[in-house]
């Protein structure tokens, strides 16, 4: 029945609606609505939400995120490449490493504070670059930041595809910010990018070079299934000059880039994206500060090798010679003392921070933060470490396939 004619009935026989009539009508109209059926998601469940302080490990924050958020914001976060079997295997490689208990347990709290590059850091821990923040939290990477800075002060390096431009991130910042780049063949372009970044405080440039020509097939699955993606992920529309949907815009990338960064570049340079042992050798031949061990979450060569897997070969070639950096994976403060223990210096996380400000917002941010950091004491004390020098991989017996 229409509104109208509920409105005109006869039988209703007076001028002005009581307060329930009004509100049935209006029900009745949006029950029936393409408005409402849009909002709809056939792809969830409609229980309740648990509050912040119901949740006890990370995990639990995917499935809060998943229901506040609309799903294309959710799955852009998720997916990865092509059959997303490096995104399964950053995680399952976890499993495959077993940690050795100590009987006999360091009685003072560990200490996990550490320093890279100038940045203090309470914990090995830093937020990984990731984009478009805004998707999930009106104050985007301000909100992330106020997160990490509160969970012990923990640093963020912030995306070149960031909601915001990194100076008022950094205006706003009360902790030190790092700066990612994905470069441009026109080195003019590098230059504004990172002398910008520079005077607005960076503190390290995280130069990414492992993500060039991936295809998200998942974003093309929930497309045809009626959903809307944040914005297009998945195979470029075919023409006779790509055939093949690759593209062209990081493909050129050489070691000579970093040799033309450094003219201008004065704060230390982190190569992101480095998975082999001959990579990682190159790197300290070409001067760079820092190897930075990472697959981007599984979202670039579908069916390469999980990050945890290549860290002792990649420890071994650098020799000690510059940090080791490493994300993939990462859930459990386990997972953070495996890797600690398999050589990286410090670990980075992408996902999570992610899950805790779709859920939370900034408080979001924390919460995961200092669930990880509890559980790394957690896991310290129970294999008798008392430090992050301590720390060594006699604690670690690998299983790898």
């Known amino acids: 029945m229409e509104v109208r004619d509920i409105l005109n009935r006869d039988v209703w026989n007076r001028d002005v609606l009581t307060r329930r009539d009004a509100l049935r009508a209006l029900a009745g109209?949006?029950?029936?609505?393409?408005?409402?059926?849009?909002?709809?998601?056939?792809?969830?469940?409609?229980t309740r939400v648990p509050g912040i302080k119901e949740l006890l490990n990370v995990f639990d924050f995917e499935a809060v995120i998943h229901a506040k958020q609309p799903r294309a914001a959710y799955d852009y976060r998720a997916y990865g490449a092509d059959s997303e079997f490096t995104l399964r295997r950053n995680r399952e490689a976890f499993d495959w490493v077993e940690l050795i208990p100590r009987r006999v347990a360091a009685a003072d709290a560990p200490k996990t504070a550490t320093e890279l590059f100038g940045t203090k850091m309470a914990y090995p821990l830093m937020v990984s670059p990731t984009s478009l923040h805004l998707q999930l939290h009106p104050d985007g990477e301000l909100a992330t930041h106020k997160g990490a800075a509160a969970a012990a002060e923990t640093p963020m390096i912030v995306s070149n595809n960031s909601s915001l431009p990194f100076d008022k991130i950094a205006a706003a910042a009360s902790t030190p910010l790092w700066v990612q780049m994905y470069p441009k063949q026109q080195m003019d372009q590098n230059r504004t990018y990172i002398e910008t970044a520079q005077a607005a405080g960076a503190k390290a440039l995280v130069v990414t070079v492992d993500q060039q020509a991936s295809v998200y097939e998942r974003a093309q699955h929930d497309r045809n299934l009626g959903g809307t993606p944040v914005r297009r992920t998945g195979p470029p529309a075919i023409n006779p000059e790509n055939p093949y949907r690759?593209?062209?815009?990081?493909?050129?990338?050489?070691?000579?880039?970093?040799?033309?960064?450094?003219?201008?570049?004065?704060?230390?340079?982190?190569?992101?994206g480095i998975v082999t042992a001959e990579d990682a050798r190159l790197c300290v031949e070409h001067g760079l500060d820092a190897v930075y061990v990472s697959n981007h979450g599984g979202r670039s060569l579908d069916y390469g090798p999980s990050t945890l897997e290549v860290l002792p070969e990649i420890v071994q070639a650098v020799n000690g010679k510059v940090p080791v950096l490493f994300d993939g994976g990462i859930r459990r403060g386990t997972d953070i003392l495996k890797a600690l223990a398999l050589g990286a210096s410090a670990v980075c996380l992408g996902r999570v921070p992610m899950w805790g400000l779709g859920s939370f917002g900034a408080n979001g941010v924390q919460r995961v933060l200092e669930i990880l950091q509890a559980e790394l004491?957690?896991?310290?004390?129970?294999?008798?470490?008392?430090?992050?020098?301590?720390?060594d991989k006699s604690l670690a017996l690998t299983n790898f396939p």
């Open 29 to 46: 109209f949006l029950a029936g609505s393409p408005l409402l059926r849009s909002q709809q998601d056939p792809f969830r469940d409609h």
């Open 377 to 391: 004491l957690e896991a310290m004390r129970n294999t008798g470490q008392s430090s992050l020098a301590s720390i």
């Open 246 to 272: 690759i593209s062209s815009n990081r493909l050129w990338y050489e070691w000579k880039l970093f040799d033309d960064l450094r003219r201008f570049t004065k704060i230390p340079i982190v190569v992101k």
